[in-house]
């Protein structure tokens, strides 16, 4: 069930699963984001949040630690399952265009 609703994944949540690759807190993943996409994208405290427990929920991520201020999180194998298949499934949609935007295909 989970699988379906998170098949398409947004950029927020897309770019917090790749920060979990590594375990990571709040604000480390928010840094990561931002360091990564060169402030394309920022994920904001409330959003974040939400997202981690969604994530949590449906056992995407695990808490590996709280020090009662700071939860870490990491992937779980259900999580690096759905990012590689959105990294996949990105990767296909780049070929398409790319086959639009070079000629070898016309619409």
């Known amino acids: 069930m989970a699988r379906e609703q998170l098949k398409n994944l947004t950029e927020p949540m897309y770019y917090t699963l790749l920060a ?3 375990p990571r807190h709040g604000y480390e993943i928010m840094q990561t984001v931002e360091v990564t996409t060169k402030g394309r994208v920022r994920i904001g405290a409330g959003t974040l949040y939400t997202l981690l ?3 949590e929920k449906e056992k995407i991520i695990c808490r590996v630690s ?4 700071r ?3 990491s992937l779980t194998e259900k999580g690096r399952e759905l990012l590689e ?3 996949n499934r990105l990767q296909l949609l780049v070929e398409d265009g790319n ?9």
């Open 99 to 107: 086959s639009f935007l070079r000629g070898d295909l016309h619409g």
């Open 53 to 55: 427990s969604r994530f």
């Open 85 to 87: 298949n959105e990294f």
């Open 71 to 73: 939860k870490t999180y």
């Open 66 to 69: 709280d020090d009662g201020r």
């Open 20 to 22: 979990l690759t590594s």
